[in-house]
């Protein structure tokens, strides 16, 4: 009976330890990570976000650049993903409705040639 309370008391001692260096000695430290490895969840959010400071300052090219972060696909298409999945959520309606008016924008905005893709 005493090895399997010391084996326990062990596995607990080791976990412990575990825990209190990774969490307090040497946590992980996340640098510069692209936006585009955000979950479904965050890249709505960010897409809000830029939907919100271009309905302050209407510089649709960059929130066209601000979108493009989150992959390869054109940012109109990141906006209505965000749409679909802030209409499916509860987004309340000014929230969603800030994301309308910029995929509303950005489907009749084209890059200026000679530029390149943002």
Known sequence: MGRWILFLLSILLGAALGLLYGWVV????????????????????????????????????????????????????????????????????TDLALMRKLASDLQSWSPAPGLGSP
Do not use: C, H
Request: charged share 25%; aromatic share 10%.
């Open 26 to 93: 040497n946590p992980v430290e996340y640098i510069d990570t692209a936006p585009d490895s955000l979950r479904v969840d965050y890249k709505a959010d960010y897409v809000l976000m830029v939907a919100e400071a271009y309905s302050l300052d209407r510089d649709l090219p960059a929130a066209a650049r601000r979108l493009a972060l989150l992959g390869d696909a054109e940012p109109l298409e990141f906006a209505r993903q965000a749409i679909m999945f802030g209409s499916q959520q509860g987004y309340n309606e």
